[in-house]
């Protein structure tokens, strides 16, 4: 949505030249305080998702400091009771304290995130680097295997596999970071196809640079921008499929607490409809969370795109 | 038209030969022994029989035989047997091929119709407060999981409010009443729609903004036409075709959506069946999901991209 215009605060009749002409033409539609409000808005939703995300991470960072009880104390005394000054969210069928256990899920949800997105662009990155370098038979190889995953349900994909490896916390982040590979990997190929026919390229392979060190240095900081939106963007995705491989029981096994099977209870209608505390807090979590990295992956898309619009 | 429909079939065959390869391998990889998922753990069963029944079964023999053997049946139309209870396969999904495309085909309607119709007000009312409003409704349509959206959905409408029914594909034990199956579809149906509704809002936002500020509406303007038809007829013929595309690529994701939904709402389709499947350990049943799933996606696809030709005139497949 950036504006064609990088002079934002000043007003009209300051700007010069190209500015005021480019100015000019997208004020047909606009009116300047319109524009201005627009642009407000946008740089300020970035800004509220980052520090939103900040917050969240350093509470589950900071988890031990955070909440006055373990996640895994249980309470035979205090069952199902609701939210109090002692537990603030309530606490669950044998007295754990959801707030603590909402908080330490936050550890393991947010690493689950960040891995898997780590695999899937690395996975991503070399295989589309080869695809987009090499082109023919490599290309063809790598694009029909991308094919064949993105016709696929992600879930009918991930369940099964979920099936075969069986659940934990790092079968998840592997599942979910192979499951996602072919988007990264597209990416990257399609800026490769575009970069390997430049001149500095031409120029470093005249000098007799070793493939592999073009592709290294010369060629790849040149899709680092792409990829830094999509791994933003990506998280959301993970965590939101960990949260719904657990939630569904197939993910993060209990007693290891994560967003998606602190939702598991909630499958049971007397917890859902008479312990609401037990499954909202981690649902919260999870809106949260995710809205908070959609707006830093936005701003970022936009940041690094001049000519996105809308 | 014909021919470029007779060759995606022909390019769907080897695609579902792979498909159904790499599931059959991967499956070979999971730990323990296939054969524990038809006998039940409670009852163990002497070595002896064990060979017997694994001889029987076919579980004796190697890998590529017994996928060879599973084609075989395939072909013939059997799908082979559940572990679970001996069920035949292919009739055990056929049946619930139906409450599945209800749901999902409901839920694409609402999704759809709402999401341009919404994005059609956006565009013409662009950057006003209700644009803004929707914008918003849209970023948190798009950030709120389904199985959330649907926990949130089954707690206020159907156990707080008492609006629909707490799930469940009709009510029990009361004959065949239309109304009642209308329902106990609507809240599902409209849960799975809330992702559709804001992308498509958000895509034909932005297709229909692009249209506005084109020539020919300029033109359209200036011969007199009454903002309905220009907006109506002549920008929107034109944005729908990115809407289209978009449309194409929500059919793998919906039937995600259906997985959860069923699980939550007790609908008795694909999704819980597949669900069942995957907790058994019943080979069968995924195999046969896997493949009836792999023919309907591609199917989806085919029928996306024939839709572009009819919607876009400029497009001609060879």
Known sequence: ?310 | MGRYIQRRILISIPLLLAVTMLTFGLLQLTPGDPLDSYVPPDQPLPAAQRAALRHELGLDRPLPIRYLYWLKETLQGNLGYRAKNGDAVGPAILHRVGPTLLLMGTALVIGIGLGILLGIVAAVRQYSIFDMLLSLFAFFGISLPVYLAGLLGLYLFALRVGWFPAGGYSTPGVGFSLWDHIHHLILPAAIIAINYVASTMRYTRSAMGEALNQDYVRTARAKGLSERVVIGLHALRNALLPVATIVGAYLPNLLSGAVFIESIYSWPGMGRLFLDGVDSRDYPLIMGMTLILAVIILAANLLTDIAYALIDPRIRYG
């Open chain 1, 1 to 310: 949505m950036a504006e064609p215009i990088t002079v934002d605060e000043r007003p009209a009749r300051a700007l010069t030249g190209d500015a005021e002409a480019a100015l000019a033409r997208r004020s047909v539609s606009l009116s300047p305080r319109r524009q201005a409000l627009r642009r407000f808005l946008r740089a300020r939703v970035a800004v509220t998702g980052l520090v939103l995300f900040v917050v969240i991470a350093l509470l589950a960072i900071a988890a031990p400091l955070v909440a006055r009880h373990s996640p895994d104390a249980i309470d035979l005394l205090a069952r199902n009771q609701g939210p109090s000054w002692q537990h603030w969210f309530g606490t669950d069928r044998t007295g754990r304290d959801t707030f603590a256990r909402t908080v330490y899920a936050g550890r393991v949800s947010l690493a689950v995130g960040f891995v898997a997105v780590a695999i899937s662009v690395g996975i991503g990155a070399v295989l589309g680097a080869l695809a987009g370098f090499f082109g023919g038979l490599t290309d063809g190889i790598v694009m029909r295997f991308t094919d064949l995953i993105m016709t696929f349900p992600p879930i009918v994909i991930l369940l099964t596999l979920a099936a075969i490896a069986g659940p934990g916390v790092g079968m998840t982040m592997l599942i979910i970071g192979i499951l996602n590979w072919p988007l990264p990997c597209r990416l990257v190929r399609a800026k490769f196809l575009a970069v390997r026919e430049q001149e500095f390229i031409l120029a470093a392979r005249a000098l007799g640079v070793p493939t592999r060190r073009i592709i290294v240095r010369h060629a790849f900081p040149s899709v680092l921008d792409v990829l830094i939106v999509y791994a933003s963007l990506g998280i959301a995705t993970a965590i939101l499929l960990e949260a719904g491989l657990s939630f569904l029981g197939l993910g993060v096994q209990p007693p290891t607490p994560s967003w998606g099977n602190l939702l598991n209870v909630a499958q049971n209608v007397d917890i859902l409809e008479n312990q609401p505390w037990q499954w909202m807090p981690a649902g919260a979590a999870i809106i949260l969370t995710v809205l908070a990295v959609n707006f830093i992956g936005d701003g970022l898309r936009d940041a690094f795109d001049p000519r996105t619009n809308g």
